[in-house]
């Protein structure tokens, strides 16, 4: 798995640097997150969820999951939007890999397939919600992008995530208000926090 993790590694800052330079983000701070964070999501993530006992494709759908929503996070960051096309690979990446979950382990299709819708579809509902309630900050590209994580995820891990993504957002928030940063009236971006929520989460094995 160790060389798994190395050559997925590889290539995904192969095809990251790509996006992020044409996205006009490969600058000093997208730098920084982009190549320390691929460690802990790959070469880390792989050696603790392989204790977890996890199969391969599970491994790799957390991959992706984990390094799609670190690029996100990074274009969230600095242009407060998430681009649709990434959200519809992501979708796309997502039922090819739950096809592949069902020729696995037919015994389990059933179950395999309702996770996966429901955590798409109350994570988006649930998010949903949360707009009509908060009127602001919160957007369509963050519920799509909840939503996304969900289909990923299953419903029960996506709540895990969303407490964990929750709690970043306040400790930060509360700092940025005691030190001055940042006043009631700020937006702060969901990806990035999402990003840190679910890498936390998943490396945790919850």
């Not at 320390?36 to 759908?61: A, D, N, S, W």
Request: charged letters at 15%; one cysteine or more; aromatic letters at 14%.
């Amino acid at each position: 798995m160790a060389g798994i993790a190395c050559v997925s590694m590889a290539l995904a800052i192969f095809a990251g640097q790509y996006y992020l330079k044409r996205w006009g983000l490969w600058n000093r701070k997208g730098k920084t997150v982009f190549l320390i964070t691929p460690v802990f999501i790959f070469l880390c993530g792989g050696f603790l969820m392989e204790q977890y006992g996890y199969h391969p494709l599970k491994i790799f759908r957390y991959w992706i999951l984990m390094y799609g929503l670190l690029l996100l996070g990074i274009f969230d960051g600095d242009r407060k939007r998430i681009p649709n096309r990434a959200l519809l690979f992501l979708l796309a990446v997502r039922t090819c890999f739950l096809a592949a979950e069902c020729i696995v382990f037919p015994e389990f299709w059933m179950e395999i397939v309702l996770s996966a819708c429901a955590g798409l579809g109350g994570g988006s509902g649930l998010l949903l919600l949360t707009v009509f309630f908060a009127k602001k900050g919160i957007g369509m590209g963050d519920v799509k992008l909840v939503g996304t994580a969900g289909y990923y995820l299953g419903f029960q891990v996506l709540m895990s995530d969303l407490i964990v993504t929750m709690a970043f957002m306040l400790l930060v928030g509360a700092g940025g208000l005691l030190s001055k940063k940042i006043s009631l009236k700020t937006e702060l971006p969901f990806a990035p926090f999402l990003a840190a929520g679910t890498i936390l989460t998943l490396l945790a094995g919850c």
